[in-house]
């Protein structure tokens, strides 16, 4: 059974910094991983697609990686913001069309 | 983008009653709609996958009886929480995939029911 695992659970930088956000998962045999922002009581917002053939996507400050033989993605989020604050879930799709398989977040604070 | 609404939004019941969420796919039609739910602090965990036009497949531990789920066409489904209890208050969301794009899914903005 697919689990995925982020670490760490909850992060505080200062507003400028660089940083990194680790997500793991159990089995290797992955169709997709996505990165979601979360804000408090609200929905998801995608951030970033990977396929499983892909090795890394970029959307403005924000590139994901992936990893499948060691089951490892990390998010790297570039001069973070105040705004950047929110919790960041990984999530993990096995096969085309079906759910997800979530991490527990990662609570970031950026403080200016 | 492909855009999923929720409604409603937000939504307070007495222990007892049954309340319906709606999952909306607004400018696709969705093959597949996944229900998930998520506790305070805790992460979504998928209760049931829904095909239109056939039963809903449900997660070990949900009860199919207590939380209906309907897929009539391909840009509806519905979960339905039967003699709502005070442990079902959560934040419930639902997503959508459809055959062009099956490898993406796309997300509601969630229903926060509260259970008094």
Same mark, same amino acid.
């Given at each position: !059974?697919?689990?995925?695992?982020? &670490?760490?659970?909850?992060?505080?930088?200062?507003?400028?910094? *660089?940083?990194?956000?680790?997500?793991?998962?159990?089995?290797?045999?992955?169709?997709?991983?996505?990165?979601?922002?979360?804000?408090?009581? !609200?929905?998801?917002?995608?951030?970033?697609? &990977?396929?499983?053939?892909?090795?890394?996507?970029?959307?403005?400050?924000? *590139?994901?990686?992936?990893? !499948?033989?060691?089951?490892?993605?990390?998010?790297? &989020?570039?001069?973070?913001?105040?705004?950047?604050?929110?919790?960041?879930?990984?999530?993990?799709?096995?096969?085309?069309?079906?759910?997800? &398989?979530?991490? !527990?977040?990662?609570?970031?604070?950026?403080?200016? | =983008? +492909?855009?999923?609404?929720?409604?409603?939004?937000?939504? @307070?019941?007495?222990?007892?009653?049954?309340?319906? @969420?709606?999952? #909306?796919?607004?400018?696709? $039609? +969705?093959?597949?709609?996944?229900? /998930? #739910? %998520?506790?305070?602090?805790?992460?979504?965990?998928?209760?049931?996958?829904?095909?239109? =036009?056939?039963? +809903?497949? /449900?997660? $070990?531990?949900?009860?199919?009886?207590?939380?209906? @789920?309907?897929?009539?066409?391909?840009?509806?489904?519905?979960?339905?929480?039967?003699? +709502?209890?005070?442990?079902?208050?959560?934040? /419930? @969301?639902?997503?959508?995939?459809?055959? =062009? #794009?099956?490898?993406? %899914? /796309?997300?509601?903005?969630?229903? #926060?029911?509260?259970?008094?």
């Amino acid at each position: !059974k697919q689990e995925v695992t982020q &670490i760490p659970a909850a992060l505080s930088v200062p507003e400028g910094e *660089n940083l990194v956000l680790n997500c793991s998962f159990t089995d290797s045999a992955i169709y997709n991983l996505q990165w979601f922002r979360q804000d408090p009581g !609200k929905g998801l917002t995608s951030l970033l697609l &990977i396929q499983s053939s892909q090795r890394e996507q970029t959307s403005g400050r924000l *590139n994901a990686s992936l990893d !499948k033989s060691s089951g490892r993605s990390t998010l790297y &989020i570039a001069a973070s913001q105040p705004g950047d604050s929110a919790t960041y879930l990984c999530a993990v799709g096995s096969q085309a069309g079906t759910a997800l &398989i979530f991490g !527990k977040g990662t609570t970031l604070s950026v403080s200016s | =983008g +492909a855009v999923v609404s929720q409604h409603p939004s937000w939504v @307070i019941c007495k222990s007892g009653t049954s309340v319906k @969420i709606e999952c #909306r796919s607004l400018d696709f $039609q +969705a093959t597949t709609m996944f229900w /998930y #739910r %998520q506790f305070p602090k805790q992460s979504l965990m998928l209760m049931a996958t829904s095909n239109e =036009g056939s039963k +809903a497949t /449900y997660e $070990q531990g949900v009860e199919k009886d207590k939380f209906l @789920i309907n897929h009539a066409s391909l840009t509806l489904s519905t979960l339905t929480v039967t003699s +709502a209890h005070p442990e079902d208050s959560s934040f /419930y @969301i639902c997503s959508a995939s459809f055959s =062009g #794009r099956a490898q993406e %899914q /796309y997300f509601g903005p969630g229903t #926060r029911l509260t259970v008094t």
